[in-house]
């Protein structure tokens, strides 16, 4: 019969020529929102570098519902092999622990870092059927119309639900907000109307921004998009401290052998090195950052009680 050292030591001589041999196979890296919107983006430029990077195929899963719990959640259970990965954004990683009373996930109990991509963002837009040009107007018009202006998300608790809650605390105003699966699905209906507002993403609206689809009133980061050099900030539209940058990064199942993360890590490092991935993030509008798996540990600290605090003050809730 084995002795508890015995079977230790097994245990780690597998992991350990895991790691060295890893990876055998494919690789899922799943999304937890909805084809189309920034997170897919993200994935799935990412996906590419990492892909040749690592010698295997790197195939992204969209798996969307409950503002990212549900893709979330799942990964969480899967085998702690780093053949599964999720993408860890503002809303999953920060904000629905304190939104939710059972996400379905700890991130600190159930996950590992892997790596920090970078961060993006907002953009306040309009559909072109609503009469308003500047963010100034817009909260004009809800002032004299309340409850009249609807406003889409990717999801209770996203950051493009957040943000317009915060704005209607600060400036006074009421809005109806309309959830969606991701954005992709929001940007549809502002495109046709069905919604008259929606503060996505930069990398995911600004196609649409760029072909005259829909309105850009303002953008949630310390300075002007370099995209969109005409679309004045929320700082400049007279809204002091407002600043949000939506980031996205990788996680992998807690229990993960750490020579196994250190390769993702490594691999995920060169992919945003590599010339076709980076243009194709910096054009989305990704501010890239990189680094060891701390920086998102670190991240996701921070991010966590600021979001936790909004959430209190303004006293949201998921439906």
């Known amino acids: 019969m084995r002795t508890t050292w015995q ?23 799943v999304v937890p929102f909805a084809p189309g919107g920034s997170s897919d983006i ?11 990077a690592l010698g295997q195929a790197v195939v992204v899963d969209n798996i969307p519902g409950a503002s990212g719990n549900v893709g979330t959640a799942r990964v969480a259970k899967s085998p702690a092999d780093g053949y599964t990965l999720i993408q860890c954004t503002i809303g ?18 159930d996950f590992e870092p892997v790596f920090l991509v970078g961060g993006v ?25 309340p409850g009249k202006l609807t406003y889409g998300s990717s999801g209770v608790g996203a950051s493009n639900h ?7 605390y600060l400036a006074g105003i009421s809005m109806v907000h309309a959830p969606y699966k991701g954005s992709g699905p929001a940007i549809v209906d502002l ?32 300075l002007r998009s370099a995209n969109l050099p005409d679309v004045p900030t929320m700082e400049e539209a007279g809204y002091k401290g407002f600043v949000v940058e939506p980031w996205f990064g990788y996680m992998v199942p807690k229990a ?35 680094g060891s798996p701390d920086k998102l540990s670190e991240l996701i600290k921070t991010e966590t009680e600021r979001w936790g605090q909004v959430i209190r003050t303004n006293k949201i809730q998921a439906n």
């Open 92 to 109: 999953t990683c920060a904000i629905n622990g304190s939104l939710y009373n059972n996400p379905g996930f700890d991130v600190l109990k």
């Open 121 to 145: 963002m907002n953009v306040f837009t309009v559909s072109l059927g609503f009469p308003v040009k500047t963010m100034s107007e817009m909260v004009t018009w809800a002032k004299a119309n």
């Open 7 to 29: 079977w230790l030591i097994g245990v780690l001589m597998i992991a350990g020529a895991h790691a060295q041999t890893f990876p055998e196979k494919g690789i899922r890296l």
């Open 162 to 168: 957040l943000a317009p809650e915060w704005l209607s």
């Open 256 to 290: 993960t052998p750490p020579a196994v993360i250190a390769k993702l890590n490594a691999a995920l490092n060169a992919a945003v090195q590599m010339p076709r991935v980076k243009s194709r993030l910096e054009a989305a509008g990704v501010r890239i950052v990189g």
């Open 191 to 222: 495109i046709g109307g069905q919604i008259m507002m929606f503060n996505d993403n930069e990398p995911s609206i600004l196609p649409q921004i760029k072909t005259g689809k829909v309105r850009a009133l303002a953008v949630t980061g310390p």
């Open 42 to 52: 993200v994935a799935r430029a990412m996906a590419d570098g990492a892909a040749e």
